[in-house]
C-alpha cells in the first residue's frame, strides 16, 4: 500500500505558474501509474494527467494539454504537475492518485487533495 500527500496549492493569478507535487510513502512512483485529478466547485471530480508505470508516456485532458506538464523523480518518490498559464477555470482540489498497473482503469490510492485558486 502506498500513502500519497500533495502539496504546493495556492492562491495564484491568472497566467500565474504552480507546481504540484505527490509525495509517496514507501515504493518509488515508478512502481506505480500515477495521475492527477481535479474537482472543482459545483463540478464532478475529473482526469487532468497521467504518467504511465511502464515506458512512462504522459498524457493530458483536453483543457490542460500544452500549459500542464506531468513528471516524476524516483529518487526522489514524488509526482509532480507543472501548471503553467493558468486559468481560473483550473481552480479546483487537485488529487494524486495512484494504481498498480497500467491496464487497471480504476486508481486505488489518493491523496488528500491540495486546493488551487486562480483569480481573475
Known amino acids: 500500500q502506498v500513502q500519497l500527500v500533495e502539496s504546493g496549492g495556492g492562491l495564484v493569478q491568472a497566467g500565474d505558474s504552480l507546481r504540484l507535487s505527490c509525495a509517496a510513502s514507501?515504493?518509488?512512483?515508478?512502481?506505480?501509474?500515477m495521475g492527477w485529478f481535479r474537482q472543482g466547485p459545483g463540478k464532478d471530480r475529473e482526469f487532468v494527467a497521467s504518467?504511465?508505470?511502464?515506458?512512462?508516456?504522459?498524457s493530458y485532458a483536453d483543457s490542460v494539454k500544452g500549459r500542464f506538464t506531468i513528471s516524476r523523480d524516483n529518487d526522489k518518490k514524488t509526482v509532480y504537475l507543472q501548471m503553467n498559464s493558468l486559468k481560473p477555470e483550473d481552480t479546483a482540489v487537485y488529487y494524486c492518485?495512484?494504481?498498480?498497473?497500467?491496464?487497471?482503469?480504476?486508481?486505488?490510492?489518493w491523496g488528500q487533495g491540495t486546493q488551487v485558486t486562480v483569480s481573475s
Open positions: 492518485a495512484a494504481k498498480n498497473w497500467d491496464y487497471l482503469r480504476e486508481y486505488h490510492y
Open positions: 514507501g515504493r518509488t512512483v515508478s512502481t506505480y501509474a
Open positions: 504518467i504511465r508505470k511502464v515506458g512512462g508516456n504522459t
